[in-house]
């Protein structure tokens, strides 16, 4: 793969994804209302879950996936996060990424327009196909569920 992602912006002032510092291993990602909105915010009410548009679609190489995290702000200052909590951009997925935010907190929150709402990061992802069989490998763990390493 080429260390280069194409992204198209589907509403002109999107704003073009970006690394807060060049160690950072995610995009941020900005809110990008329609022109036509009637205010720069989107409100979300307690328990609510918005789609927010960010104006832009990217072209994710085969192999590889776009994985959307919420910004850390966001959920601890403002309890708002992704709804699903990460979002998941196959790469044959052409059209705008929307962040579904869920707000978790007691009280209406607002997300602005070009507030930076989530970071995108391209992660290879390994292309399988599956196979039905009647048993499966043994391991030492087995069929032990959540907490049975006793950690």
């Known amino acids: 793969m ?13 704003v073009a994804p970006l690394r807060a510092t060049y160690s950072a291993a995610g995009y941020d990602l900005t809110v990008c209302l329609p022109d036509t909105s009637l205010k720069p915010w989107i409100d979300i009410e307690p328990g609510e879950s918005k789609m927010i548009p960010t104006g832009i679609a990217v072209e994710i190489p085969e192999g590889y996936v776009g994985l ?16 699903n909590c990460v979002g998941v951009i196959d790469n044959d997925y052409r059209g705008e990424i929307m962040v579904a935010m869920y ?12 507030e930076r709402i ?27 569920g959540f907490g049975s390493t006793g950690k």
């Not at 280069?4 to 999107?14: G, H, P």
């Not at 959307?68 to 709804?83: E, H, P, Y």
């Open 103 to 114: 707000n978790d907190s007691k009280v209406s929150r607002q997300v602005a327009d070009a």
């Open 2 to 14: 080429s260390n280069k992602i194409k992204f198209k912006k589907t509403n002109s002032k999107a």
């Open 68 to 83: 959307l995290f919420g910004r850390s702000g966001f959920g601890c200052k403002l309890n708002l996060r992704l709804a």
């Open 118 to 144: 989530a970071q995108l990061v391209i992660v290879p992802c390994l292309l399988v196909e599956m196979e039905e069989v009647k048993e499966l490998g043994v391991t030492e763990r087995g069929e032990g």
